[in-house]
């Protein structure tokens, strides 16, 4: 290859099949140091990058594979990995070179060689590699059997039926036990793998780490033993490897029964996860993300550190709405005056979404914390005296929100609120500025002018307003039925919303409030105006089925759209906490099993690696689980999240709500201190950043 | 895992494209570009659409991109976006899109080698580099046994060394490289500010040396086990290189390890208390009328005098109808940048205990309707060498090596800020004159 800073850029440069054959047959004589091949070969392979079709060239590239430069031999494999399987007529052409470098004295042409037979899943060429695979899984190098790991899980994408008859899995659990390290780590993520695909094998390896694992959880002092273990890695460089040894710990605190260890655990988790804040924006943005999830199941962590979470000014603005949700779920009365005061900043800044967003929070943290209401009200006033179109809209919103939380206490504001009348122009403020009308037209002196101008454009307004404006009608004409405007708008609203609007909902209820006012309007006022239900918002927080269902997956993609994978990723599998005996009793009474579907017609079952398994305590496993447990000692933090999927797929169960467990969670803010958890309800299940998955199909955009 | 990889320009032309399973087609590449590459408004590294997933990190206009069709360990795929461009400039030097172009084929046998059907591999630069060179090599040139030696160390325990380094002169370089994070109020209240710290070190080591290090005597690691009294040092966490030995760090707190040959970060740690703010900064900022703002704004060094901070560079915010900027300082120079809208005032050197105060006045065009003027803050970057804004300090490195051979270390220390350390202000309304 061209040495350090190469100079392969003019090879950039799109061609024709036509003269990259005849360069290649030119090279193929007077080519001493093989230069003008490694030219063409290039220029190919530039052309493969800028989406040329090359694979006519096919039989005239295979032809380089005769030349010894290893540069040249991995060239003609990216060509064939790329178009190998569009060529498969023709495969058979480079068999007996694959073959050939399948046997050679260097393991690295021994690994390169299967590695890359594996990337073409063709019948010839998977025909050829079953055999050569048997005998590298078993290589005296290591780095060809790390290769070779890998490799069945090509081959079981590729064929599972033929991976399993020829024996590969049992191969590959065996290398389990391998003592390289790497190896061990390429089998655990192979076969977490195969175990994760619907239609895989279930896994029932009662000796391998997985069942030693699962089996070791027996009793609590157990999963103590391993959280004890697993704590330290929450010093590694890696940010995947302390998210998954966070996973770890969060799954193994639900078979825990000492408090002042999991206690001690939760203090141990808050730094590195704060720590994680000043890597890259990107790995800053997943750790926010899951952040906002282990809050919520485990309140001691990070409890106090509201403060690293106030955005920076140059935050990318992804960052910026995951930190706002957090700072929202982890304020308190004691730090309720800093983060509305971080609140208001941020109401100033650019970015529309943002200050949308920063506003509502304020509306949130006065419904959240009693004692900040005040505070959190004038702030909201000053903002809608900014007159920023989408500033004042969004604090109409949370105001209407405010007002149901408080009752009786700040209606004294109505009026600041109808001199902004004009600047609504959204549906959903609209809607809220006609509810506040509608409920408070005793105190509004003009009410009937305001909702007479209102309805004005009745008939072109979206539903959500057409359906606040025909309610607060009826209520006005129930506060004034004397009145002669507003027995004229009740009529009008009535008349049109029966006669002229197509929505059903709109019309049933149209007919449904002129039955009672006609039938008897007093006890229609009574129903209408009937006291309304404090907002209980217990549901402000997930449920805790769905919580730890969801931290099965720290770290992962399902983590941060916080939906479990089987959701929205075509075969994904779901995960559940696995019962056994020292699962916590609350959680175990409301087990729901993981269904798993399309499951083969046989499971396969699988015995131990090793000698066939005498009793519990198997010298083999024992080792292990006590030393050689893959997980912490990996560099690539695939080896350590692979094994904890083992641990959680399969024959498992979910936890749900209302176990309440021993958890330092319940006790906080569940019940007295925040009555509003349940703010799902009044905010339309409002969140400051909720980032989803699109569920566009991908070929229509192509 | 990971099922493809991409490399792509500013214009979305793909610079490297490889799959690693056959879930994906190329055409993928034409999602992602017209999903990001084309979008001015991308508000998320990751997208998901339908099954498959785009993660991306950017680097000098460079997208850097991993696509999987799985619910893939995110942290994991970005480690290793960022793992790749490290490993890219430790083989070119810098990531753009001319080194990119300059060296496909080799990184096309990069991420051949770090990446396997989705799954990371041995990403260590310096055992990289054994075995994929930038020199060409005949296949049957490599003596079976010298690639032995490679695969072992690929492989092996200690996969970050080779066995068989020889200097004639055995030196370590340790420098603590600390970034203060502030963010101020305008009242001067600090809202927070805290300490990234990076410990790197340049291990020129024969042999397979076995390194102790030591930190300050009071020195606090984990918050919650307090007790060593007011003055000490507090680290709130800390993150070693893989070469360290966590469990050892975590039964005794000793930092032992093997480290690799060259150049790596062995600690990073986080620092939340007792911090030492290099520099103060003291902003008055007056809107006069509508058509100036005025403003004061001091910078007191604070640390010892025969220290001194270097580069100091203050950006002070400009309203965005701003025509001119009269700028009077006693040092450094001060510039109107009406693109950024900023006055950048640059500082060459700034002894410690030292106080300058930067005057200027703005003029505003009056305009139609009032912009909103966000107000971000005044940002301040500098550098200040043989200063640790958390007190840490390098009490010893011990090195043990078979051989016995004598060793020579050193410890440098810089505290600096580039974009983090920010004043908020507030501008006070006056009438004009």
Not at chain 1, 201 to 212: E, Y
Not at chain 1, 474 to 494: M, Q, R
Not at chain 1, 495 to 501: F, G, L, R, Y
Not at chain 2, 199 to 209: D, E, H, Q, V
């Amino acid at each position: 290859m061209s040495g350090q800073g190469g100079q392969d850029a003019k090879f950039f440069q799109r061609g024709k099949i036509q003269e990259f054959r005849a360069e290649l047959e030119a090279a193929e004589s007077k080519d001493k140091k093989y230069t003008k091949r490694k030219t063409v070969l290039k220029k190919i392979v530039a052309n493969i990058t800028m989406g040329n079709d090359m694979s006519p060239l096919f039989t005239d590239v295979v032809q380089c594979l005769g030349t010894p430069l290893l540069e040249i031999k991995k060239m003609v494999y990216l060509f064939l990995v790329c178009y190998g399987r569009q060529k498969a007529d023709q495969l058979h052409l480079v068999i007996p070179s694959f073959l050939q470098d399948c046997n050679d004295r260097n393991p690295l042409v021994r690994a390169l060689a299967i590695r890359t037979m594996s990337y073409i899943p063709t019948p010839v060429v998977i025909e050829a590699l079953t055999e050569q695979l048997r005998h590298c899984l078993k290589d005296r190098d290591p780095y060809v059997r790390k290769t070779a790991a890998i490799c069945v899980a090509k081959l079981y994408a590729a064929d599972p039926r033929k991976a399993e008859k020829g024996g590969f899995v049992e191969m590959l659990r065996d290398l389990l036990l391998d003592s390289n390290a790497t190896v061990v780590a390429n089998a655990v993520a192979a076969l977490s793998e195969i175990g994760d695909r619907q239609d895989g094998v279930i896994f029932k390896l009662n000796l391998t780490v997985a069942n030693k694992l699962l089996t070791a959880l027996e009793r609590h002092s157990d999963a103590e033993m391993i959280a004890e273990r697993v704590v330290a890695q929450l010093n590694h460089a890696n940010s995947a490897v302390v998210l998954t040894a966070i996973k770890i710990l969060l799954y193994l605190m639900n078979y825990m029964e000492n408090r002042r260890l999991m206690e001690y655990i939760c203090k141990k988790m808050g730094p590195p996860l704060v720590t994680l804040l000043s890597s890259g924006p990107e790995v800053q943005y997943v750790a926010l993300r899951n952040i906002l999830l282990i809050i919520q199941r485990r309140p001691a962590v990070l409890k106090n550190d509201v403060k690293v979470f106030f955005c920076k000014y140059n935050d990318p603005i992804y960052v910026k709405l995951a930190k706002l949700e957090i700072m929202y779920r982890l304020a308190r009365e004691e730090n309720a005056r800093e983060v509305l005061a971080e609140l208001q900043e941020y109401a100033s800044e650019v970015d529309v979404d943002f200050v949308r967003k920063a506003v509502r929070s304020i509306g949130r943290l006065a419904i959240k914390v009693q004692p900040a209401a005040d505070a959190c009200i004038q702030a909201l006033l000053d903002l809608i005296e900014t007159k920023v179109s989408y500033v004042v809209q969004e604090a109409v919103i949370v105001i209407k929100d405010v007002f149901r939380r408080y009752p009786g206490k700040y209606e004294g504001i109505i009026p600041k609120l109808c001199e902004h009348l004009d600047l609504l122009d959204e549906p959903e403020s609209k809607a809220a500025m006609v509810w506040i009308i509608g409920q408070f037209a005793n105190r509004i002196d003009n009410a009937d002018e305001l909702m007479d101008d209102l309805t004005y454009t009745f008939l072109e307004e979206p539903n959500e307003v057409q359906l606040a404006l025909l309610t607060a009608a009826v209520k006005l004409f129930i506060y004034k039925p004397h009145s002669d405007t507003t027995k004229a708008l009740v009529h009008k609203v009535l008349k049109w919303t029966t006669e002229e609007v197509d929505n059903p909902d709109l019309r049933d209820r149209g007919f449904m409030y002129w039955r009672m006012l006609a039938i008897n309007p007093t006890v229609a006022g009574e129903i209408v105006l009937a006291e309304k239900p404090p907002i209980t918002t217990d549901a402000d927080r997930m449920d805790r089925g769905a919580l730890d269902q969801l931290l099965l997956h720290t770290g992962t993609l399902g983590s941060i759209y916080h939906k479990n994978p089987e959701t929205f990723i075509r075969g994904a599998t779901g995960k559940a906490l696995t019962d056994s005996p020292a699962l916590n009793p609350l959680s175990r009474q409301v087990l729901v099993p993981v269904a798993r579907t399309n499951l083969p017609p046989t499971t396969i079952k699988i015995p131990g690696p090793g000698p066939p398994e005498p009793t519990k305590s198997d010298p083999t496993s024992q080792h292990l689980v006590d030393t050689d447990f893959p997980v912490p000692s990996g560099q690539n933090g695939a080896a350590s999240s692979a094994a904890v999927d083992l641990m959680t797929t399969g024959s498992s169960s979910r936890s749900s709500p209302e176990d309440g467990d021993e958890d330092d969670d319940a006790v906080p803010q569940a019940s007295a201190s925040d009555p509003y958890a349940a703010l799902d309800s009044a905010f339309g299940g409002y969140l400051a950043d909720e980032p989803r998955p699109q569920n566009r199909d991908l070929l229509d955009m192509i | 895992m990971i099922s493809g990889f991409f490399i792509f320009n500013q214009k979305g032309e793909v610079l490297i494209s490889r799959l690693y399973r056959t879930d994906l087609k190329r055409s993928i590449a034409d999602v992602f570009r017209i999903q990001v590459v084309s979008n001015s408004d991308v508000r998320s590294p990751i997208i998901t659409l339908g099954s498959t997933s785009f993660f991306h990190v950017r680097i000098n206009n460079l997208y850097i991109v991993a696509v999987t069709k799985c619910n893939a360990n995110a942290a994991l795929v970005f480690e290793f976006c960022y793992r790749f461009i490290s490993i890219a400039k430790s083989y070119f030097g810098k990531v753009d899109e001319e080194a990119v172009k300059n060296n496909f084929v080799l990184i096309y046998e990069l991420i051949d080698e770090i990446i396997d059907f989705g799954y990371p591999q041995n990403s260590e630069a310096d055992t990289l580099k054994t075995y994929i060179t930038t020199e060409s090599v005949v296949s049957t040139s490599i003596a079976a046994e010298e690639s032995s030696k490679i695969t072992t160390q690929a492989t092996g325990s200690t996969s970050w060394r080779r066995g068989d380094v020889k200097y004639k002169k055995n030196e370590a370089f340790v420098d603590v490289v600390e970034t203060v994070n502030l963010s101020m109020s305008a009242k001067g209240t600090i809202l927070r500010a805290d300490v990234d710290g990076h410990i790197l070190m340049r291990a020129y080591l024969s042999g397979t040396p076995e390194c102790k290090f030591g930190l300050n005597d009071k020195l606090v690691i984990d918050k919650n086990e307090r007790g060593a009294g007011g003055d000490a040092v507090e680290l709130d966490d800390c993150r070693f290189h893989q070469c360290v030995r966590l469990d050892e760090f975590d039964s005794t707190r000793t930092i032992s390890f093997i480290p690799p040959d060259g150049e790596f970060e062995l600690m990073r740690y986080r620092s939340t208390s007792n911090i030492k703010l290099p520099l103060r900064i003291i902003p008055t900022v007056n809107e006069i009328g509508t058509t100036q703002v005025t403003y004061v704004i001091t910078v007191k060094t604070n640390f010892n005098n025969k220290l001194s901070a270097t580069n100091v560079i203050v950006r002070i915010p400009t309203p965005l109808n701003t025509t001119s900027v009269d700028c009077k300082v006693p040092l450094g120079k001060a510039k109107y940048v009406p693109a950024e809208n900023v006055v950048v005032w640059k500082i060459p050197r700034i002894q410690g205990g030292q106080e300058v105060t930067f005057s200027g006045t703005a003029k505003l065009t009056s305009t139609t309707h009032r912009q909103v003027w966000a107000r971000p803050p005044i940002d301040v970057d500098f550098q200040v060498l043989m200063f640790t804004a958390s007190g840490l300090i390098v009490r010893f490195l011990k090195v043990f090596e078979k051989s016995n051979y004598h060793s020579v270390k050193w410890v440098r220390y810089l505290t600096k800020a580039s974009g983090t350390y920010q004043v908020r202000i507030t501008v006070s309304e006056k009438i004009a004159p």
